[in-house]
Each structure stands twice: as structure tokens, then as C-alpha cells.
């Protein structure tokens, strides 16, 4: 046991490297960076399903353009010298309410290309603010691979510690449950009891729960799974 506690040392040791490397100012920017990029691409994503809305409006508008000039040749076509006045009436209010239509139309037309203008202009706006935080990122990437070549040689040396003591397990099924919880981001796989809480998760043990522990001197939480040891 004293064997596999020492390992879990070494392996926290690393896990502080690592975190090194993630926290540095870099990484942090980093993170900064590619939320930008995400914002940007939902952005883009809007834009585009606006502007095919535009284009939409504006293919219906321009089909109602196209039924009220059909319609007013027709009018055209109507010989008005042999009609009565109450024709030249109706004529005179078909035509009052083709212009209040066209003046509608066209007041919709102003509208979706004023709207359009608007988003290639934030489309604009947002391409710049992308390609900078594109060509920063770069920089930063940079940064953290420095960082991790800083760092790596430590890992590589505390590795070779790891290694050298495998050998050493006596409880190997032990140590392979110990692997089996690391991998799965279970960390670290053993811990004290402080008090009557669980060393890693911090929840309060139940007193038969620790009856019990103090029999077997070592159980699996029953919140956390990670192995609850008396101490020595
Ligand atoms: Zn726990």
C-alpha cells in the first residue's frame, strides 16, 4: 500500500504540472480566443438565415411588383373613350389602390435593403474581429507549447519514478483499480478520513459507515468511490 500512496504522490505531482500549463496566462487567453471563434461562427450562422429571410421578402415583393404590372396593362388596354363615367370611376379607384399597394411595396423594398445593408455591415465588423482573434490565437498557442516543453522534461522524470516503482506493488489488483479510477478523472483514488468526512469529497459518512472502517481500515465512499483509509 505504502507503495501505491507514493505513486498516487508522484501522479499528483504531474496533475500539478499540467495544471500549471492550464492556467497560465496563455491558456486562459486561449480559452478567451475560442469562445470568440464559437461567438463569431453563431453569428455567422444568424446572419446567413437573416439574410436568406431577406432574400425571401424581397422574391415575394418582387412577385407582387410583377401581378400589379400585369394589371395595370390590362387597365391600359381598356379603351377609356367608349366607357361610362362609372367605369372611368371604378377605373380611377383601381388605379388609387394599385399606387397605395406599389407605395407599400416599395416602402418593404426600402426596408429589407436597408436591413441588408445592416448585416453586411456587422458581417463586416465581425469578419475583422475574427481574423484578429484568429491570428492572436496563434501567438498564444505558441505560448503554451512553450509552456508544455517547460514542464515536460519534469513529467518525463517523475514518469520514470512511476515506472521504477511498479515493480515494488505488492497488491497488484489494488493498483489496477487505482489506474481504473485515475483514468476515469477519479482523483486522488485514495484518501484520509478527516474527522467523520470523506478526504475527497468532503461528504459526511454515516456512523455505521465508519464502524465498519474501522474493521476493514479501508472502504469506497459511498458518494465519491474514491477509497476512504483510516489513518495510520
Ligand atoms: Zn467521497
New binding site residues.
Given amino acids: 500500500m505504502k507503495t501505491i500512496l507514493e505513486i498516487q504522490n508522484l501522479d499528483m505531482q504531474i496533475r500539478r504540472l499540467n495544471r500549471e500549463v492550464d492556467k497560465c496566462p496563455a491558456s486562459i487567453d486561449f480559452k478567451k480566443y475560442k469562445q470568440i471563434l464559437v461567438e463569431g461562427r453563431n453569428r455567422f450562422e444568424q446572419l446567413e438565415a437573416q439574410a436568406n429571410e431577406i432574400i425571401n421578402n424581397y422574391n415575394q415583393a418582387s412577385n407582387h411588383y410583377n401581378k400589379y404590372k400585369g394589371n395595370s396593362e390590362i387597365m391600359r388596354k381598356r379603351n377609356t373613350k367608349d366607357m361610362d363615367l362609372d367605369n372611368v370611376a371604378n377605373l380611377i379607384t383601381d388605379t388609387n389602390e394599385l399606387l397605395g399597394d406599389l407605395t407599400e411595396e416599395n416602402r418593404r423594398v426600402e426596408d429589407l435593403v436597408r436591413k441588408s445593408s445592416e448585416i453586411v455591415r456587422k458581417s463586416e465588423e465581425l469578419s475583422s474581429k475574427l481574423a484578429e482573434a484568429k491570428r492572436r490565437s496563434g501567438a498564444i498557442k505558441a505560448k503554451i507549447e512553450e509552456k508544455k516543453q517547460e514542464v515536460a522534461p519534469k513529467i518525463a522524470e517523475i514518469e520514470k519514478k512511476i515506472k521504477a516503482l511498479e515493480p515494488k506493488v505488492v497488491d497488484k489488483e489494488k493498483y489496477e483499480k487505482y489506474k481504473e479510477m485515475k483514468q476515469k478523472g477519479i482523483f486522488p483514488v485514495f ?1 484520509n478520513l478527516e474527522d467523520n468526512f ?6 459526511e ?1 454515516n456512523l455505521n459507515f465508519i464502524e465498519k472502517l474501522k474493521t476493514k481500515k479501508m472502504l469506497p ?6 477509497i ?1 483509509m483510516l489513518e495510520k
Avoid at 198 to 203: E, L, N
Fill in positions: 484518501v470523506c478526504g475527497g469529497c468532503k461528504v459518512l465512499c459511498e458518494h465519491c468511490g474514491r476512504i
